[in-house]
T-cell receptor, first 112, second 115 residues
Framework: KAGVTQTPRYLIKTRGQQVTLSCSPI?????VSWYQQTPGQGLQFLFE???????NKGNFPGRFSGRQFSNSRSEMNVSTLELGDSALYLC???????????FGDGTRLSIL | QKEVEQDPGPLSVPEGAIVSLNCTYS??????FMWYRQYSRKGPELLMY????GNKEDGRFTAQVDKSSKYISLFIRDSQPSDSATYLC???????????????FGQGTILTVHP
């Protein structure tokens, strides 16, 4: 059974640009959550989508947004990139929102 | 104060040792408790998943949850060099409202098992 797939694995951007990250959940999983991981703050919850609806959102500015498609695939977008946005962005999927979450290997975003 | 506290280590043990990893938490709404293992350049891998208080065993791994003390533990028996990784505790409340799809993580403990 294929796991959670995130693309791309690595991205380098400059300040002010925007970026879109993609996540394909495990087949049959309808809930997709996104997290930001940094050495200083650890893993922090960004938002969760279920059946194309955002059900929960963490404490991040509006520059961070996401969406989910009818096939449960999800994208997150970060606009007007800042140096502090450099992080590993992780996507996790589960059958429903509070069942065990399974993670992808993340997208490493570096801002120059 | 963070909702979940975890000693970041690092923790270094010899092969074959019993390893004890711990987290404390402050939010009494947490009902689901997980342990993840994360290797360098990889995403977290689910090791253990428990609901409410009690013990759960899976091979060399045992998870314990004590909700009255707001304390969870992971024990690794007969530790191997391949267990060297960062171990993350994570928790969530019942589905609904601000708990939907949200795991709250500890900072992670870096474990090295040397031959």
């Amino acid at each position: 059974k294929a796991g959670v797939t995130q693309t791309p694995r690595y991205l380098i951007k400059t300040r002010g640009q925007q970026v879109t990250l993609s996540c394909s959940p495990i087949s049959g999983h309808r809930s997709v959550s996104w997290y930001q991981q940094t050495p200083g703050q650890g893993l922090q919850f960004l938002f969760e989508y279920f059946s194309e609806t955002q059900r929960n959102k963490g404490n991040f500015p509006g520059r961070f947004s996401g969406r989910q498609f009818s096939n449960s695939r999800s994208e997150m977008n970060v606009s007007t990139l800042e140096l502090g946005d450099s992080a590993l962005y992780l996507c996790a999927s589960s059958r429903v929102g509070n069942q065990p979450q399974h993670f992808g290997d993340g997208t490493r975003l570096s801002i120059l | 104060q963070k909702e979940v506290e975890q000693d970041p280590g690092p923790l270094s043990v010899p092969e074959g040792a019993i390893v004890s990893l711990n987290c404390t938490y402050s939010n009494s709404a947490f009902q689901y408790f997980m342990w993840y293992r994360q290797y360098s350049r990889k995403g977290p891998e689910l090791l253990m998943y428990t609901y409410s208080s009690g013990n759960k065993e899976d091979g060399r791994f045992t998870a314990q949850v004590d909700k009255s003390s707001k304390y969870i533990s992971l024990f690794i028996r007969d530790s191997q060099p391949s267990d060297s990784a960062t171990y993350l505790c994570a928790m969530s409340g019942d589905a609904g409202g601000t708990s939907y799809g949200k795991l709250t993580f500890g900072q992670g403990t870096i474990l090295t098992v040397h031959p």
